[in-house]
């Protein structure tokens, strides 16, 4: 049975990932703050499907070890790491940002994906693996007053290129991928509606037209195209 982590389960792309994995027949481990109700249930019900392991992304210390990550591994099969968890805030121009939320903006975007593929990498020594960032349109443009998230995803992508090179003739070997899953009907789409920036008037047309997709369709395609074989 593959083992399948997941940052940020507890709405949106997240919830809908932990959903598509459970649906495939595979075990899932959700990694942050919160979970649902439905979600506790699950890992109560049923242990050896579900697991949840806490910790507060913006907070490194609080992050799993290797050894924690190792325990909650079922006993056979591939083990896989999808880095979900997001924040687009704080938006604004550079100078005028708040500190404490650019500061974490680029641990929960960027350090935090980072110490948990580096814990995770050393919990799967010995197993086939896989790692996917999901990323961000945002990496590849210019978008003003989204510097610290596409700063964060851009840099994030280029971490994943270098961890994908250092593991090109590893055995078992290592699948590493970013995936840019494209606009859809979140509450971080939410929040940029609030915001204010140049191009904010696209991501509201967006909506208004109901151009927006539901996060499991989103969802469903990842896992399609990216844990359909192990």
Do not use: C
């Amino acid at each position: 049975m593959r083992t399948v982590f997941v940052t940020g389960v507890s709405r949106g792309l997240g919830a809908a990932l932990f959903e598509q994995v459970i649906a495939a027949g595979d075990r899932v481990v959700g990694i942050g703050r919160r979970f649902t109700g439905a979600q506790d249930d699950l890992a109560l019900q049923e242990p050896a499907r579900v697991a949840l392991l806490t910790a507060n992304l913006s907070d490194p210390s609080t992050l799993p070890t290797p050894d924690q990550l190792r325990a909650v591994f079922a006993p056979e099969g591939e083990v896989v790491l999808i880095h979900n968890a997001g924040q687009v805030t704080p938006v604004g121009p550079v100078g005028a940002l708040p500190a404490d939320e650019l500061a974490a903006s680029i641990t929960v975007n960027l350090t935090a994906p980072m110490l948990l593929t580096n814990a995770f990498l050393a919990a799967a020594a010995g197993r086939t693996a896989r790692v996917l960032l999901i990323s961000s349109g945002a990496a590849g443009r210019t978008i003003e007053n989204w510097s610290a998230y596409s700063a964060a995803k851009r840099g994030g992508e280029f971490f994943m290129e270098i961890l994908a090179a250092e593991n090109a003739h590893r055995e078992p070997p290592l699948t590493v991928a970013s995936v840019n899953p494209g606009v859809m009907d979140t509450d971080m789409q939410a929040a940029l509606r609030d915001a204010e920036f140049p191009a904010k008037d696209r991501y509201v047309g967006l909506h208004e037209r109901g151009e927006l997709p539901d996060p499991g369709t989103v969802a469903e395609r990842i896992i399609r195209e990216h844990l359909t074989s192990e």
